[in-house]
T-cell receptor, first 113, second 115 residues
Framework: DAGVTQSPTHLIKTRGQQVTLRCSPI?????VSWYQQVLGQGPQFIFQ???????GRGNFPDRFSARQFPNYSSELNVNALLLGDSALYLC????????????FGPGTRLTVL | AQKITQTQPGMFVQEKEAVTLDCTYD???????LFWYKQPSSGEMIFLIY??????QNATEGRYSLNFQKARKSANLVISASQLGDSAMYFC????????????FGQGTRLTINP
């Protein structure tokens, strides 16, 4: 079975631009979460979606938004990019909404120049 | 708010030795979950082991075991018979009843296994 997939793998943008990152969860998984990992730090929670509804939001500005589609794939959008948005963006999926392991994708490395 | 503290930025261990990675946590929630993830240089986070706050026994998964001491709020990862492929960053994380899927991560420990 395929794991969590993310696209693109790498992305280079300039300040002020907008970016869309994509995530496909493991087949049968209905929960998708997004994390930002700045170099040298642990991942920080951005959003969680379950059954197409937002279930959680981390301490990120409104420039960050996300959505989940009927097939449970998800997009993370970041507007008005700042240099500080440069990071590895990780998507994770799990089978349900409670305590259970989340399976992470390979991430999208975003560089903002 | 939950907080995870990993006090070992780096650890160096000889191959085949056991290694303990430290993790302490802080939460006021009565119910929570504790996780360990491994992150190789490729960047992907690999789930290793999970411990629920009400679990009576320490979790084990192959060479990984979690030394859970609830009163001390610690959840140390023990890797037995370390292998060269164990070299990676290791993150301790937790979630609570207010957001079971919202993982709070520590700063990580970089483990290097020497041949």
């Amino acid at each position: 079975d395929a794991g969590v997939t993310q696209s693109p793998t790498h992305l280079i943008k300039t300040r002020g631009q907008q970016v869309t990152l994509r995530c496909s969860p493991i087949s049968g998984h209905k929960s998708v979460s997004w994390y930002q990992q700045v170099l040298g730090q642990g991942p920080q929670f951005i959003f969680q979606y379950y059954e197409k509804e937002e279930r959680g939001r981390g301490n990120f500005p409104d420039r960050f938004s996300a959505r989940q589609f009927p097939n449970y794939s998800s997009e993370l959008n970041v507007n008005a990019l700042l240099l500080g948005d440069s990071a590895l963006y990780l998507c994770a999926s799990s089978s349900w909404d409670g305590y259970n392991e989340q399976f992470f994708g390979p991430g999208t490395r975003l560089t903002v120049l | 708010a939950q907080k995870i503290t990993q006090t070992q930025p780096g650890m160096f261990v000889q191959e085949k030795e056991a290694v303990t990675l430290d993790c302490t946590y802080d939460t006021s929630d009565p119910s929570y979950g504790l996780f360990w993830y491994k992150q190789p240089s490729s960047g992907e986070m690999i789930f290793l082991i999970y411990q629920g706050s009400y679990d009576q026994q320490n979790a084990t998964e192959g060479r990984y075991s979690l030394n859970f001491q609830k009163a001390r709020k610690s959840a140390n990862l023990v890797i037995s018979a370390s292998q060269l492929g164990d070299s990676a960053m290791y993150f301790c994380a937790m979630s609570s009843i207010q957001g079971a899927q919202k993982l709070v991560f520590g700063q990580g420990t970089r483990l290097t296994i020497n041949p």
